[in-house]
């Protein structure tokens, strides 16, 4: 699939399918030797990280588990307000554990934020951050993320699990969307 398959939606590609697997192989050696022998949870932020989860998690040798949040923040329109509920809370008991939220994107980083708080409260070993991208430009809270694939302009992106009106998550590659698909 490419950036023609959706007509003209898309602005262009901005990392490619290549470039996300490379990135991953390399995210997925890090954390295999930062975690060797440790009690390693990966949890997800729904949706947007499905694909980000799936595709670390397959690189990945060390034994795991995989636990799955939902989280809506408030806030005025597109903007996060740091304000967040939980729709859907981990099954699994942290004690103990160590945790890395795995992330699709980090943009103010309120959301995030939030969330390291909240799971740092129920008593695990250690809780850390792999986002596949993050807009450095759009930060409002310095969040400590361990690891990286992408630092990324601010510009809104969609596919990897990155969605506009929830289209879009299942393109392979991480692309800008025209400007006439905002403008409806
Ligand atoms: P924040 O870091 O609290 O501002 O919110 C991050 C969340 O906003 C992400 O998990 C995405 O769901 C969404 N988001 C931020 N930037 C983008 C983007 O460029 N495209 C699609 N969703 C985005
Ligand atoms: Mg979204």
């Known amino acids: 699939m490419d950036a023609s398959d959706m007509g003209d939606d898309l602005e262009k590609v901005l990392l490619s399918e290549e470039q996300l697997h490379t990135r991953l192989d390399e995210m997925a ?16 932020v729904l949706k947007g990280a499905v694909m980000v989860m799936a595709d670390l998690a397959r ?19 597109t903007k996060s307000s740091g304000v ?40 695990p070993e250690s809780v850390e951050i792999a986002t596949m991208l993050r807009k450095p430009e759009a930060a409002k809270v310095e969040v400590p993320v361990r690891y990286v694939g992408f630092d990324i302009p601010t510009e809104f992106v969609v596919g990897y699990g990155l969605d506009y009106a929830e289209k879009y998550r299942n393109l392979p590659f991480v692309a800008t969307l025209a400007p006439h698909v905002y403008s409806v």
């Open 84 to 123: 967040v509920r939980i729709l859907k809370d981990l099954d699994t008991d942290l004690t103990g554990k160590h945790v890395l939220i795995a992330e699709d994107i980090i943009d103010s980083g309120l959301t995030l934020s939030w969330l390291l708080s909240n799971l740092r409260s129920r008593g």
């Open 29 to 44: 050696a890090q954390i295999d030797a930062d975690y060797a022998g440790k009690d390693l949870l990966l949890v997800g």
């Open 59 to 77: 690189r990945l040798h060390t034994p795991l588990a995989m636990d799955w949040m939902a989280v809506s923040s408030y806030g005025s329109g």
